[in-house]
């Protein structure tokens, strides 16, 4: 079985702070991970996605993620952000190649709430 | 391309009544994803297709909750008798895999906001 544990279920932020949003997950195979933003009233959009090679990614919006193996995280950085950045955010893991586990498993979500 | 569509965007109904949600995947696109979003489970897995055959319902909460895809092109999401507890957003999504390919990519719809009364 895959989860997926988002630390943090709000993180308040001043406009043009950076901002790191944590994401840790568990899982007995290769893993492909993904972040997510939903805006109010809206459905998911994809960030960024790791699924194989450098292990530092980049996003739209100028987000970035790190997947660190011997610590299962993957981490959502943006070294300065905008109050239309607000929004929540999911981390969401599936089965890395040959696993056959297709579907998405998501974390709890984090309320990013940037502040002016 | 227009994106995964989902109808209705919006649905009230009231406890009791059949509700049918409705999805179109992205053409080409060989997996099909139900999604539920609730406050107090976040989103959770109902059900998945690949070419049009239910892979895994491990996730349908209850009988009353039936899923169908028909063609590549159309899935239905069937609550039947609906309870004030189904409210919630259901999102469907495809994806697309080729032969274990390296890059998968899972493309969600606007969802629909279903209320029960």
């Known amino acids: 079985a895959q989860s997926v544990t988002q630390l943090d279920s709000q993180v308040p932020v001043f406009e043009e702070a950076p901002v790191e949003l944590r994401c840790n997950y568990s899982?007995?195979?290769?893993?492909?991970l993904f972040w997510y933003v939903q805006y109010p009233n809206q459905g998911l959009q994809l960030l960024l996605k790791y699924l194989s090679g450098s292990t530092l990614v980049k996003g739209i919006n100028g987000f970035e993620a790190e997947f660190n193996k011997s610590q299962t995280s993957f981490h959502l950085r943006k070294p300065s952000v905008h109050i239309s950045d607000t929004a929540e955010y999911f981390c969401a893991v599936s089965g890395g190649r040959n696993t056959g586990r297709r579907a998405l498993t998501f974390g709890s979500g984090t309320r990013l709430q940037v502040q002016p | 391309d227009a994106g995964v569509i989902q109808s209705p965007r919006h649905e009230v109904t009231e406890m009791g009544q059949e509700v049918t949600l409705r999805c179109k995947p992205i053409?080409?696109?060989?997996?099909l994803f139900w999604y539920r979003q609730t406050m107090m489970r976040g989103l959770e897995l109902l059900i998945y297709f690949n070419n049009n055959v239910p892979i895994d319902d491990s996730g349908m909460p209850e009988d009353r909750f039936s899923a169908k895809m028909p063609n590549a092109s159309f899935s239905t999401l069937k609550i039947q008798p609906s309870e004030p507890r189904d409210s919630a957003v259901y999102f469907c999504a495809s994806s697309l895999f080729i032969r274990d390919s390296l890059r998968p990519v899972y493309t969600f719809g606007s969802g629909t906001r279903l209320t029960v009364v």
């Open positions: 053409s080409g696109h060989d997996y």
């Open positions: 899982s007995s195979v290769s893993v492909y």
